[in-house]
Nanobody
Framework: QLHLVESGGGLVQPGGSLRLSCAAS????????IGWFRQGPGAEREGISC????????YYKKSVKGRFSIFRDNDENTVYLQMYSLKPEDTAVYYC???????????????????WGQGTQVTVSS
């Protein structure tokens, strides 16, 4: 059975860094595009980054571009989201999701993703 498990969240001060992990089991990760989404307090879930199954395409939401970096380690069957220069407005529950259709191209469209992890909390506060 397919599972995605996020980890790496926590409390960090503004300007700090975190690396989130999305570990997959029950699937071969490079058969799927992986997206990172977040949902802040009282907000809708939004797509912030994704990487295609073949690794050739990546997307970043404007608000995180230049601060966040997505990459995958197919040997570890894991996709990472490296986050730098964190801001209080980055506070949210972060989710990863898998889209079987996203081999060459991925998007922030929630409806494209079939499988979701349980989320990991990121809190940016002094």
């Amino acid at each position: 059975q397919l599972h995605l498990v996020e980890s790496g969240g926590g409390l960090v001060q503004p300007g700090g860094s975190l690396r989130l992990s999305c570990a997959a089991s029950g699937l071969i990760l490079d058969d799927y595009g992986i997206g990172w989404f977040r949902q802040g307090p009282g907000a809708e879930r939004e797509g912030i980054s994704c990487i295609s199954g073949n690794g050739g395409y990546m997307y970043y939401k404007k608000s995180v571009k230049g601060r966040f970096s997505i990459f995958r380690d197919n040997d570890e069957n894991t996709v990472y989201l490296q986050m730098y220069s964190l801001k209080p407005e980055d506070t949210a529950v972060y989710y990863c999701a898998a889209a079987q259709s996203a081999i060459a191209h991925c998007s922030s469209n929630i409806d494209e993703y079939e499988r979701w992890g349980q989320g990991t909390q990121v809190t940016v506060s002094s």
